[in-house]
């Protein structure tokens, strides 16, 4: 049994984590994390804070995954006071966390691309990546942290001259999604690098209360915009992906066929 620690300075991590890895050859069969060195305090900073305050805050909790805990935040202080934001909201809500995720699943297969050693394959997908981070900006005048969500409502409204510019980055990025799916499922590079590679069964996923991507790509059938919808998810369709083979392979195309 071999000890591997990683972090918490590592180009391989892209924040301060520290884990130790405990190896049998390749395979691993332990690991501790240790994640103090991200701890920022953000729930005690959340005491001295008004409700309002309080979704900037939580905003910086993550800059890529920004949209997901504002939406989370305000709804919990809507169900505090009995507010229902309006449909159109609801509606806008659901477009700008549907454009964070995206542009957080092309950052994620985009690096996966690169930790493979595939950098034409990183590079191709960071810049079609902008596509979705114009349009964030041109709904909300930002591309990170947006500021779009408000308690009861949203800061932004989706106007007519905007349907032209989004539809064309959707048309865009769909045509590009067909490529990059083609070349995960028959590079031989990719294919040897990440299937079989990491596997997490379907029970232990289960038993570790995996979610998102990384839970479908163990062939675990769960989506909280579908078993808990929330904003407009619940009047919007749209295909639950899952794949079986449960490795590095099936979490990244689980990201792309959401694309």
Not at 52 to 75: A, D, K, S
Not at 82 to 94: F, H, L, N
Not at 152 to 169: L, S
Request: hydrophobic share 40%.
């Amino acid at each position: 049994m071999y000890k591997l620690p990683i972090g918490p300075q590592h180009p391989a991590i892209k924040e301060a984590f520290h884990f130790t890895f405990d190896l049998d050859g390749e395979v691993v069969v332990d690991v501790k994390p240790r994640l103090g060195n991200v701890h920022r305090g953000i729930e005690k900073g959340m005491e001295f804070r008004t409700w309002v305050q309080g979704i900037f805050l939580v905003e910086r909790i993550c800059g890529i995954c920004n949209t997901p805990h504002t939406t989370c935040y305000v709804l919990t202080v809507e169900e505090l006071y009995g507010v229902e934001a309006p449909p159109r909201a609801q509606y806008i809500r659901t477009i700008i966390n549907e454009l964070n995720r995206i542009h957080s699943h092309l950052l994620w297969v985009g690096v996966l691309g690169m930790e493979i050693g595939f950098w034409s394959y990183f590079m191709y997908i960071w810049r079609d990546r902008e596509r979705v981070m114009d349009v964030v900006e041109l709904i909300t005048g930002n591309r990170v942290t947006t500021s779009a969500m408000l308690i009861g409502g949203v800061a932004y409204d989706i106007t007519p001259e905007m349907e032209g510019p989004i539809r064309r980055a959707m048309d865009y990025l769909e045509e590009r999604t067909k490529f990059y799916k083609k070349v995960f499922e028959t590079d031989p590079t990719i294919r040897a690098r990440t299937q079989d590679v990491g596997v997490l069964p379907t029970s232990v996923a289960i038993d570790l209360c995996a979610v998102g991507p990384t839970a479908r790509g163990s062939d675990v059938k769960s989506d909280v915009r579908v078993d808990e919808p929330y904003c407009a998810y619940g009047e919007v369709p749209f295909n639950l992906v899952t794949y079986p083979t449960c490795d590095v392979w099936a979490r990244a195309m689980v990201r792309i066929d959401q694309f």
